[in-house]
């Protein structure tokens, strides 16, 4: 007759000897299971960070620079004759230009807090450039890529408002066009 009744001695946990601890550098353990022999190092993306935002600060601070004068001394003047409907659309893209402006300057505000924050403190490793961004520089990532989109919608339906309100007719139709459908995609 077949004895199938677990033994004492078939629940014992055998366990390497101690000097077997002593010689290997510490394992991550993930809980997915097995340990980190095939992963990728730890490593510091201090630096590719900083460049990242470098590049979305850099190119809203451009984009701003040329919400300026779109704002301000180059936008669409509110004459005393204008139509109501022109003088509303005139009032819109004063608001809408001073918006796409002041989101371009907050990309920038969070981009440069981001670089400075990344170059004063120790940055932990991470096992990669997008763990560090969606991590523990969330808030700073999430914010500059979304205000540079909106700035960049902004900045884009600004244009295609000024132009349309300076020319009028079938070209500014069509280049309010043109912007409005690459505003849709982007």
């Not at 000097?19 to 997915?32: C, D, E, I, K, V």
Request: with cysteine; net charge positive.
């Amino acid at each position: 007759m077949l004895d199938l009744a677990p033994s004492p001695s078939s629940f014992a946990l055998v366990l390497p000897p101690p000097s077997l601890f002593h010689h290997h550098a510490p394992m991550n353990l993930y809980l997915r299971g097995g340990n980190a022999l095939g992963a990728m190092p730890l490593v510091s993306y201090a630096a590719e960070a900083s460049a990242l935002f470098a590049n979305v600060g850099g190119t809203a601070a451009f984009i701003a620079g040329g919400l300026v004068p779109l704002s301000a001394f180059a936008a669409p003047k509110i004459a005393p004759g204008d139509p109501h409907s022109l003088k509303r659309v005139k009032r819109i893209h004063a608001l809408l230009a001073v918006m796409s402006l002041v989101s371009n300057l907050l990309a920038v505000m969070y981009s440069t807090m981001a670089r400075n924050t990344l170059a004063e403190s120790i940055v932990a490793p991470t096992a990669s450039l997008k763990e560090l961004l969606l991590g523990e520089y969330a808030l700073e990532w999430t914010g500059c890529n979304v205000h540079f989109i909106m700035g960049l919608c902004g900045f884009a339906a600004t244009l295609g408002l000024n132009v349309w309100l300076g020319f009028g007719g079938a070209a500014g139709k069509a280049v309010a066009c043109g912007v409005a459908s690459t505003v849709l995609l982007m």
